[in-house]
């Protein structure tokens, strides 16, 4: 009834209205004249708001009903949903179980070209020995049905994870560079974790005691009239066995759930890469998320990279630099000796192929392109001291090793290795009578750079 009146006040309105424009059009425009138009415009605007309203109402009440009989169909299932949740995410995952195993197991393997379908012999010489060095590194894409609560945290949330558990409430670490940086907002990340199950605030002699300092803890005791003498374990215990836990304010602490130690235990790799200057946080985290039955996800992340830096045009610096951080993560590490002198030497060599060329655009004069050298053995010469000090590795078994090791990545020449050990003995042994002609073939190598320079600068000298 209402929608019919609101029909007939919009129609009436608007026939006023252009009947006052027809009277205003053969008389004059009077004050009333006005007064009536502005009541009747009111009355439009009135009445097309109060329809709009009426069929909003009408949908919304259709939608409602409709609402309503899914809800009511769905009770009538709800309680066999529940039940049969666990069975459906097990048939989930046997599906893609068995997708996955149509698909092959992915592994690490050589990245080839489709339009060619070939590699260079020293791209897949180095495929060959990062796939030999990490076979046990299998990549297995996750369920997202397994494990949900990984999927809810970025990179970001798991580093605030990772730097504040088990860190006093009021001493969270904020001022890190990387978290400024980033302009990353620790508090709201805190109530996140807390919020999703992550982290507790907990507050209680066990978890609170070790945070108090040895005065602190003897102001409570002395409080108490208890003795005051022992060090800080006996303190803590003689706070536990005489003073009601309720009785004294004790600090609060961060500290990580069941579900936020697991995730703690399963991403380790975040403190390592969160401050890397070769690659992103959030690269790093979306490669190592992806993958299953791989212990060290730092050292995988590393060889993926090596891997896919194989595409990219400036091999020898960014395959230098990946290495090298690999060399100082194996150290740290202990990994095998064998392996860590492998990539070590690669990594000195391209770090020397690649100073040669700079020296030959940059220094004319053969002292400065010895000294220029030098410079690139800098990253591992305490590692090759000991070599040759400490574990007595003659000269000859040296340059054989350090031409096997290079050779295992790529093909080289046994000449160019061992003018290369020679220029890393010159500067152990501070060898300063060494020049160039004994060196023989970086002395070519500079040599052949510098006439391809100049007729690329006479080719274009207009």
Not at 148 to 161: K, M, P, Q, T, V
Not at 205 to 223: A, G, H, M, N, Q
Not at 251 to 267: A, L, W
Not at 378 to 402: G, P, Q, T, W
Request: aromatic share 12%.
């Amino acid at each position: 009834m209402k929608k019919i009146f609101y029909w007939f006040l919009l129609i009436f309105s608007i026939l006023m209205i252009f009947g006052g424009i027809n009277e205003v059009t053969q008389n004059k425009l009077t004050f009333i004249d006005i007064f009536m138009f502005a009541i009747f415009i009111s009355l439009i605007v009135f009445s097309i708001v109060k329809l709009f309203k009426h069929n909003h109402l009408d949908y919304k009440s259709n939608k409602s009903n409709t609402n309503h009989k899914n809800i009511s169909n769905s009770k009538t299932t709800q309680f066999n949903n529940v039940q049969s949740n666990d069975h459906i995410r097990k048939n989930n995952i046997t599906h893609d179980i068995e997708t996955n195993n149509t698909k092959k197991v992915k592994q690490v393997k050589p990245i080839t070209n489709n339009k060619t379908n070939t590699l260079s012999k020293d791209q897949v010489k180095l495929n060959e020995n990062v796939q030999e060095n990490n076979q046990d590194l299998v990549i297995e894409v996750k369920d997202d049905n397994n494990n949900n609560y990984h999927y809810d945290l970025n990179a970001n949330d798991i580093l605030i994870l990772h730097l504040n558990k088990n860190r006093e409430v009021g001493k969270e670490v904020k001022n890190h560079f990387y978290l400024l940086e980033n302009k990353i907002n620790v508090d709201k990340i805190l109530n996140k974790l807390i919020n999703l199950g992550f982290l507790d605030i907990k507050s209680n002699f066990d978890v609170s005691l070790p945070y108090l300092k040895v005065p602190e803890l003897k102001d409570i005791l002395r409080e108490y009239k208890l003795k005051l003498g022992g060090n800080k374990p006996e303190l803590i215990e003689r706070v536990k066995t005489n003073i009601d836990e309720n009785a004294i304010e004790l600090p609060q602490v961060y500290v990580p759930t069941s579900k936020g130690n697991e995730i703690i235990g399963e991403t380790e790799y975040i403190l390592h890469f969160y401050n890397s200057p070769i690659i992103s946080l959030g690269s790093a985290h979306k490669i190592a998320k992806e993958v299953l039955n791989v212990d060290d996800k730092i050292e995988y992340i590393y060889l993926y990279l090596l891997q896919q830096n194989q595409k990219s045009n400036n091999l020898d610096h960014r395959t230098a630099n990946i290495i090298n951080n690999l060399v100082f993560y194996y150290k740290k590490t202990n990994k095998n000796k064998n392996v860590i002198r492998k990539y070590t030497n690669y990594s000195t060599y391209l770090s020397v192929a690649q100073g040669i060329h700079s020296a030959a655009f940059l220094y004319s004069d053969e002292e400065n392109i010895i000294d220029r050298l030098f410079i690139y053995f800098n990253y591992h010469l305490e590692y090759y001291e000991n070599m040759l000090f400490i574990d007595n590795v003659n000269r000859s078994l040296f340059k054989n090793l350090f031409y096997e090791d290079v050779n295992s990545f790529e093909d080289t020449d046994k000449n160019f290795c061992d003018d290369i050990c020679e220029l890393l003995f010159a500067q152990i042994y501070n060898n300063i009578n060494i020049t160039l002609n004994d060196l023989p073939t970086i002395n070519y190598i500079l040599e052949k750079i510098k006439k391809e320079n100049e007729l690329r600068i006479t080719k274009y000298d207009f």
